[in-house]
């Protein structure tokens, strides 16, 4: 399964913060959404229904069908970017254009490059450049990816 829901991208202090205020029962709160807004710098409840669907793709959080409840785990970049590259729609294709190349690539060039069936369902996933923005930022937060002095490039530690 391939999630298509990412927040705005923060740092790894950011995804550990809300990871932290995602109860470990899902009975302990009616509403997860606001429980996150409260307890974290996350400022709307689509925001924090996107972060509950990134971390369950991260494998940081579960859905029982009555609410989200995080998992007992070691938050470690490698797995979580690992993980990201494995659960998110687009990652896989957004990073296979990084391995074609050996230069910095900005994110037009990325877009441009992506093959065009993946292309249109990453505009249908959210209009505009946001979604591919948000998977560029968090592969670099993850370690997937670099920022170069005129783009972005493949992580050597990826």
């Known amino acids: 399964m391939r999630y298509r829901q990412l927040p705005p991208v923060g740092d790894l202090t950011d995804l550990e913060s809300v990871y932290l205020a995602v109860p470990r029962d899902a009975d302990e709160t009616a509403d997860c959404c ?12 689509t925001h924090a229904s996107q972060w509950l669907v990134f971390l369950t793709a ?9 609410g989200y409840y995080r998992q007992e785990t070691t938050l470690d970049a490698a797995t979580l970017g690992d993980e990201f590259v494995s659960h998110v729609f687009g990652v896989p294709a957004v990073l296979a254009v990084f391995e074609a190349t050996d230069r910095a690539l900005t994110r037009d060039e990325v877009a441009n490059r992506i093959d065009g069936r993946t ?8 209009p505009g450049p946001v979604y591919l923005d948000r998977v560029l930022g968090w592969a670099v937060t993850l370690g997937q990816l670099t920022i170069a002095d005129n783009g972005y490039m493949l992580s050597t530690t990826a």
């Open 34 to 45: 606001r429980r996150l807004c409260r307890r974290t710098t996350v400022e709307t409840r």
């Open 58 to 66: 991260v494998g940081c959080v579960s859905d029982d069908g009555a």
């Open 119 to 126: 292309r249109d369902r990453l505009e249908r996933t959210d």
